[in-house]
């Protein structure tokens, strides 16, 4: 069967996928935290511990991913919406007020997150308007909780 392509029909079938939300966050070269809110997170293999995440070429904060040697990719809990929204939120200092702390590497871990991965750059990938950033573990952590999901764009719970 042919499907007619468009630009909004793969955009809502790719929003069909639910997904949960994290906050990807990089140190700068002057040590200054950046992050924003990525959902394409996604574990890769086992063994070795590879997860990767996709940004947008036209991402503010790419440039200090393309320059890091490590990132971070917090997972957020269900009542973190708010922090979604704003690390989503351009033209605002997105740390401000928030209680971060540098993982082993150096790289913002988000406080009351579900979970963290600390990650060595291991290999970038252009792919289309994204670069896709594959990171080794090398730290993690967990915490009891439950998710925030991202559904047909709206923000969703476990019922
Ligand atoms: C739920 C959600 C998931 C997102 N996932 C991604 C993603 O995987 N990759 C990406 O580049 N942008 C993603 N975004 C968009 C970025 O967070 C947002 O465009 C970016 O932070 C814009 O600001 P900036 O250009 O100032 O960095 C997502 C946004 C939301 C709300």
């Known amino acids: 069967m ?5 630009f909004d029909t793969f955009r809502r079938a790719c929003s069909l996928f639910a997904t949960g939300v994290t906050v990807a966050t990089v140190r700068a070269i002057d040590g200054t935290p950046h992050g924003l809110t990525v959902n394409s997170f996604t574990s890769v ?3 070795p511990p590879l997860i990767l995440i996709c940004i947008d070429h036209d991402a503010s904060v790419i440039s200090c991913f393309l320059e890091s040697s490590h990132f971070a990719v917090n997972v957020l809990g269900q009542e973190q919406r708010e922090l979604s929204m704003r690390f989503a939120t351009r033209g ?4 401000d007020g928030i209680a971060w702390t540098p993982g082993v590497s150096g790289a913002p871990l988000i406080p009351e997150a579900l ?3 600390e ?3 291991t290999n970038t990938i252009e792919a289309g308007d994204h670069t896709i950033f594959i990171g080794q573990v090398e730290e993690m952590g ?7 999901l ?9 019922k």
């Open 119 to 121: 990650c060595r750059k």
């Open 92 to 95: 605002m200092d997105r740390f």
């Open 142 to 148: 967990v915490r009891e909780g439950r998710p925030l």
């Open 2 to 6: 042919v499907i007619p392509q468009s």
């Open 150 to 158: 991202f559904f047909a764009s709206s923000y969703a719970a476990l």
């Open 45 to 47: 293999s086992l063994d």
């Open 115 to 117: 979970a963290h991965f």
